[in-house]
């Protein structure tokens, strides 16, 4: 599969906002919608304890969400220097929402260290 022009160059926007932050970033997808299967009930705590190892402390981590409570992380955020897709929003102005999901899956490819849900893509 090979991204329009418009979501590829969207997606760079975002991936050199974030590695302008500290050189790189770490990613995870966390499915919460209603696509949500069971496997993939995992608290912010487990997720936080499933990663820290390859994580580093206050490391700068891309969360590719369709959770819309954000507080939902907060245990990852005591830890870590969380960021969202919303957080780009300037740079976004004019983009079609209906394609935010191929987004988050560019941006997160480009991470560092990436951890996905079970059936992520």
Known sequence: IRYTDEI???AARIVAA???RDGHFDAFHVRRGEFQY???CVSAREMHEISKDE???NATVYIATDER???FFGDM????????LDDFAHLLEGFNTN?????DQ?????SRTFFGCWFST
């Open 77 to 84: 955020a005591e830890h870590y220097n969380l960021v969202y």
């Open 69 to 71: 409570n954000k507080r």
């Open 8 to 10: 590829q160059c969207a």
């Open 18 to 20: 974030l590695r302008d």
């Open 38 to 40: 069971k496997r993939t």
């Open 106 to 110: 560019l941006v997160a490819s480009q």
């Open 55 to 57: 994580i580093p402390a």
């Open 99 to 103: 394609l935010y999901g191929m987004l």
